[in-house]
């Protein structure tokens, strides 16, 4: 049977019999299937989407400017930043104002501005150098304090509230100051009185020294040793002066493997130089007959004859380099499980028969805590104390006092008779080769000193009298949640970590705790009495036995910890303190009120330009949660083997990347290379901290030209600094290598690869930047961060 004839399509086709119905529904529709018909149809909608949005840029957005204008390049930058600071932005802060485009109008604004364009290089490209563009003239405005040997930000800021805190500790005696104020005060006041310590320093500090059993260098043959054992003495020395780290150091710490208990640590000690490398070649190393000559020189001013204190302070130096002889190095000491080497009281006999910890210990919570033989000690070193015991019981009793109250002297130099004070500056002058410096003003010396000694008390009314509280907590709150959430996000990116690593380190970064401004009980005055409701001083006391005073209730504060479940509440910093930290066995960052005002943290300002420095601050921070040292703890603060044999493989082998960078830089004239290895969590932290907050802001903003701008020379910014250490300048030619060495050693590897080195990774990321002529190759997604 035939199939019954086609008819035909008003079109003019011709149907096909019905077994090909597919090709009639086909023919019949100009040729177009169901799927082509909907394609075309989504396609013409995604056009009108298109055109809608260009309109919007056009007229809303006033893109029409880059038709109108020109499109702004870096050749025309001088007109650009005005621009950049004050032109469109979307997500403003409270303070920002809108007009008919939205420009910030605030105070802040202009003084970001102002900050900008005064550092500006405005003859450098900054797709050739942006560090030297964005910070090029902060050497030409900016004065170098004559006892400062560099300058940059942090610094910046610290003297500006360290003036802030000057100005609160000389304001009168208030009646309705606190105990606690009055305290701070009165010993700020009492530290400027020269004249007193003029007339006073002196006995002072030898009524201390007796209390100890005397100084042998002073008294000479009249010196009587001392009927106990030297571990006893090392203990006294802690129980009524506060000296620690001296011999061994002694600390009531958190359990790294179970951080809600507390552990007794021994450890190897500071050393008198600082460092310990000049020590490794012996007692005639340049630095160290500095360092005796200093020895002698304080002990004759207080009294010694010249050559008995030129003989025992030999001999106490040459039992330092024993000591230090037996010491490791810092390298090795970043190592947490090295380190960790729990004992109970009764074991360190066993281990370390010449050396009696146990009566050291016993003897420093005498008064304070009951000890047993099942207590659990930490002793960090174990090498250093099992070497040291020879040392120590070859040395006779008046060379183990030389030394240890050479030692307490030096640490109470700042409360000595200012002639008395010059020999140590002009220590630190023969050691760094830098003779153009001065001491610092008294009143510096003596803010230093109060916001150590008295940090709640003198931060309380920082906080009180500088500090926005309600505005820049609820700006870092917001801060760190968006640095947070765009962390864990770029966790759950990496491509490198198995899923359970990967779930416990998002677990960790969700549990971050994040400490901002100061303590919530900073103004409870009952928390205030129980802890800084110390007897008043009076006119009479010296400064050096009030600091004392206040050094002792800390190490009571301190030993009374033991035994008891750690108070994770507790601050470790003053809010009158220009500094951030990640602690890694509790899991938390702080974020001092000191750190937390302008230019880090500036309220009334665009976010984009509050990333650049406070963004990057709290993301450094962060990352250090998941850097060489601070990955080996995990959510909890427990030190902790949780990533997986080869993510951990994998991780290690991206930090010999940075190592790699890093150890590139070197200082020719002193023929040394920057410690990638030692820098190693830094480094990992400065460049996850840039990029975290990079992120944040693509993530948070609706992108453009301005708003990476500014970011980056905000970013710039935070990395000032301005080093004058040129040869011609100040050094002759046979101090240079020694003066390169150490400023290489102090400073480079904090400061130097954050700019130049640091630099050379930001710049590639000028591809983010309309107008540079070409785009480097390398880009966030080949930048070497962990992430």
């Given at each position: 049977m035939k199939p019954p004839p086609a008819a035909d399509c008003p079109n003019g086709f011709k149907a096909t019999p019905t077994i090909k119905k597919r090709r009639t529904f086909r023919s019949c529709r100009g040729g177009l299937t169901k799927l082509e018909a909907c394609l075309v149809a989504l396609c013409l909608l995604l056009l009108a989407v298109l055109l809608g949005l260009s309109i919007f840029w056009l007229i809303i957005l006033e893109g029409y400017r880059i038709f109108t204008e020109g499109f702004p390049t870096w050749e025309n930058h001088r007109t650009l930043l005005p621009y950049a600071v004050n032109g469109s932005d979307l997500w403003q802060n409270s303070g920002s104002q809108k007009r008919d485009r939205p420009v910030c109008t605030s105070r802040e604004c202009a003084l970001i501005a102002g900050m900008f364009t005064a550092n500006l290089n405005e003859q450098i490209d900054p797709c050739e150098d942006f560090y030297e563009f964005a910070c090029g003239s902060y050497e030409l405005r900016h004065d170098l304090s004559p006892n400062k040997p560099m300058r940059h930000t942090i610094g910046d800021v610290t003297a500006r509230v360290n003036k802030q805190v000057k100005s609160l500790l000389e304001a009168p005696h208030d009646p309705a100051d606190k105990p606690w104020d009055r305290l701070a005060k009165s010993y700020y006041q009492k530290c400027l009185q020269e004249e007193v310590l003029d007339q006073n320093g002196i006995s002072a500090l030898v009524m201390i020294l007796n209390e100890l059993g005397g100084w042998p260098v002073l008294e000479g043959d009249m010196w009587q040793p001392w009927t106990h054992s030297w571990e006893q003495q090392l203990a006294l020395l802690i129980n009524r002066t506060g000296i620690n780290a001296v011999v061994l150091e002694f600390a009531v710490g958190h359990d790294p493997k179970n951080s809600s208990t507390t552990v007794i640590e021994i450890d190897q000690p500071k050393w008198g130089i600082g460092t310990r490398w000049p020590y490794l070649s012996g007692a005639d190393d340049p630095m160290i007959k500095n360092y005796t000559q200093l020895m002698i020189e304080i002990a004759i001013g207080i009294g010694a004859d010249p050559a008995i204190a030129a003989r025992d302070m030999r001999e106490a130096v040459e039992l330092e380099v024993k000591l230090v002889n037996f010491s490791a190095d810092e390298q090795m000491r970043r190592d947490a499980d090295r380190v960790y080497n729990p004992f109970q009281l009764y074991q360190l006999a066993e281990i370390f028969p010449y050396v009696d910890l146990e009566e050291y210990v016993r003897t420093i919570f005498r008064d304070s805590v009951d000890i047993t033989l099942n207590d659990t000690v930490i002793v960090r070193e174990v090498e250093y104390?099992?070497?040291?015991?020879?040392?120590?019981q070859s040395s006779s009793k008046r060379t183990i006092a030389n030394y240890l109250l050479w030692r307490s002297v030096q640490g109470f130099s700042p409360f000595l008779p200012p002639w008395l004070r010059e020999p140590f500056y002009k220590f630190r002058a023969n050691q760094t080769g830098i003779f153009t410096n001065t001491p610092p003003e008294r009143w510096e010396d003596c803010v230093t000193l109060s916001v150590m000694m008295l940090d709640m008390p003198v931060g309380k009314l920082f906080v009180q009298h500088f500090f926005d509280k309600e505005k820049a907590m609820t700006k870092m709150d917001e801060l760190t949640l968006y640095l947070k959430e765009t962390f864990i996000e770029e966790l759950h990116n990496i491509d490198w970590m198995d899923d359970k690593t990967k779930q416990r380190a998002v677990d960790k970064a969700n549990f971050i705790e994040y400490k901002s401004g100061y303590p919530p009980w900073l103004f409870n005055d009952t928390w205030m009495q129980d802890n800084w409701g110390l007897t008043p001083t009076n006119r009479t006391e010296p400064l050096l036995h009030l600091t004392i005073r206040l050094k002792l209730s800390r190490v009571r504060d301190e030993l009374v910890r033991f035994k008891q479940t750690v108070?994770?509440?507790?601050?470790?910093?003053?809010?009158?303190?220009?500094?951030?930290?990640?602690?890694?066995?509790?899991?938390?960052?702080?974020?001092?009120?000191?750190?937390?005002?302008?230019?880090?943290?500036?309220?009334?300002?665009?976010?984009y330009v509050t990333f650049g420095m406070a963004g990057a601050v709290v993301g450094h921070e962060v990352s250090h949660a998941f850097d060489d040292q601070g990955g080996r703890y995990d959510e909890f603060g427990n030190l902790e083997d949780w990533w997986a044999r080869e993510t951990a493989?994998?991780?290690?082998?991206?930090?010999?990347?940075?190592?790699?960078?890093?150890?590139?830089?070197?200082?020719?004239?002193?023929?040394?290379?920057?410690?990638?290895r030692m820098s190693l969590g830094e480094n990992i932290a400065d460049n996850g901290g840039v990029k975290t907050a990079y992120m944040v802001l693509n993530t948070q903003i609706w992108r453009c030209f301005c708003q990476t701008t500014v970011y980056f020379l905000r970013l710039g910014f935070l990395l000032l600094d301005y080093y004058p250490m040129r040869m011609e300048q100040q050094c002759d030619d046979k101090k240079c290598p020694k003066v390169f060495l150490i400023i290489w050693q102090q400073y480079a590897d904090l400061c130097y690869r954050r700019t130049t080195n640091g630099w050379k990774v930001v710049v590639a990321l000028s591809q983010h930047y309309r107008g540079c002529k070409t785009s480097p190759a390398i880009s966030f997604s080949s930048w070497p961060t962990l992430m």
């Open positions: 104390i099992r070497g040291i015991q020879h040392v120590m108070d994770r509440s507790v601050w470790y910093q003053g809010p009158a303190q220009v500094d951030a930290y990640y602690a890694p066995n509790l899991n938390q960052m702080i974020f001092p009120a000191g750190i937390m005002q302008f230019p880090f943290l500036t309220i009334g300002v665009p976010n493989v994998k991780f290690y082998e991206k930090t010999e990347c940075f190592v790699k960078q890093y150890e590139s830089i070197s200082v020719p004239e002193a023929g040394i290379r920057l410690n990638g």
